[in-house]
T-cell receptor, first 113, second 113 residues
Framework: TQLLEQSPQFLSIQEGENLTVYCNSSSVFSSLQWYRQEPGEGPVLLVTVVTGGEVKKLKRLTFQFGDARKDSSLHITAAQPGDTGLYLCAGSWVKTSGSRLTFGEGTQLTVNP | ETGVTQSPTHLIKTRGQQVTLRCSSQSGHNTVSWYQQALGQGPQFIFQYYREEENGRGNFPPRFSGLQFPNYSSELNVNALELDDSALYLC????????????FGQGTRLTVV
């Protein structure tokens, strides 16, 4: 069974602080996505990373894929209340069928004004 | 907005009943995947349909079944509902199988009483 561990599970910070969320597996990913989910809504795709060592930036969000493609991180700079939500990483492995995703448990982020 | 629509948005059923959930995929997408998301957890892969055929299945019993139609819309059917089936059911469409980026609908909240 391919597992994807996400940490921390909960994070409550003040507006303006920085934070990092981690996503780890013992298996090599073929690709990894980060999603953000609001209550009662479906996950919204933020980014896809496919190359080991890859770094992608989306405004104040920085996504990094580990060199060995077994881990990833999401860093948010100067968090704002609008960043509040559930952040999910989802991996796809070489041996599984194309768009089948395995999700982590998620990180519930709360940014307080 | 992803262009993936699900119906109904909310549903209450009694244990033992059957339910059908519907999904219209994004235009041009021929692959549909279904996920179950229990409260406080990440989505779990149920199965995927590609060109009207099942193309991969997660660890769910046979009472979870699906269909994909020629226009690539899809249904998820669950028979003999159990209390633990209460969850948010998410449909995700992809441009084709082998593409890992998935675009999710808003989900159907199923409550089994």
């Amino acid at each position: 069974t391919q597992l994807l561990e996400q940490s921390p599970q909960f994070l409550s910070i003040q507006e303006g602080e920085n934070l990092t969320v981690y996503c780890n597996s013992s298996s090599v990913f073929s690709s990894l996505q980060w999603y953000r989910q609001e209550p009662g809504e479906g996950p919204v795709l933020l980014v896809t990373v496919v190359t080991g060592g890859e770094v992608k930036k989306l405004k104040r969000l920085t996504f990094q894929f580990g060199d060995a493609r077994k881990d990833s991180s999401l860093h948010i700079t100067a968090a704002q209340p609008g960043d509040t939500g559930l952040y999910l990483c989802a991996g796809s492995w070489v041996k599984t069928s194309g768009s089948r995703l395995t999700f982590g448990e998620g990180t519930q982020l709360t940014v307080n004004p | 907005e992803t262009g993936v629509t699900q119906s109904p948005t909310h549903l209450i059923k009694t244990r033992g009943q059957q339910v059908t959930l519907r999904c219209s995929s994004q235009s041009g997408h021929n692959t549909v995947s279904w996920y179950q998301q229990a409260l406080g957890q990440g989505p779990q892969f149920i199965f995927q349909y590609y060109r009207e055929e099942e193309n991969g299945r997660g660890n769910f019993p046979p009472r979870f079944s699906g269909l994909q139609f020629p226009n690539y819309s899809s249904e998820l059917n669950v028979n003999a509902l159990e209390l633990d089936d209460s969850a948010l059911y998410l449909c995700a469409s992809s441009e084709r199988t082998g593409i890992t980026e998935a675009f999710f609908g808003q989900g159907t909240r199923l409550t089994v009483v």
